[in-house]
Nanobody, 117 residues
């Protein structure tokens, strides 16, 4: 099993930046990918970014250029750097881990990001 704890959310003005963290523990050797998702009030959860164990990254088209996903293997932590934030980025941000053999998904509890105009 894998445990995930997100942090770093908060209130920021439009145009500002935040860096979210997702600390992983447990069966880390079995993780294939790590992803960030977000869910705005009244909307479905949407995929934001992905990072593989090899360090390859991918992003939702609408967020390319503003969001950057990265990982620190020594700290077992994945980050989401969010720049030029907009009010429409307001959401609860979740990280998840996909395991390599079972493809099971584990989720963190989420961290709230609020962008004021």
């Amino acid at each position: 099993q894998v445990q995930l704890v997100e942090s770093g959310g908060g209130l920021v003005q439009a145009g500002g930046s935040l860096r979210l963290s997702c600390a992983a523990s447990g069966s880390l050797f079995s993780i294939l990918h790590m992803r960030w998702y977000r869910q705005a009030p009244g909307k479905q959860r949407e995929w934001v970014a992905l990072i593989t164990t090899g360090g390859s990254t991918n992003y939702a088209d609408s967020l390319k250029g503003r969001f950057t996903i990265s990982g620190d293997n020594a700290k077992n932590t994945v980050y989401l750097q969010m720049d030029s934030l907009k009010p429409e980025d307001t959401a609860v941000y979740y990280c998840n881990a996909e395991l390599s053999l079972s493809h099971s998904l584990y989720w963190g509890q989420g961290t709230q990001v609020t962008v004021s105009s």
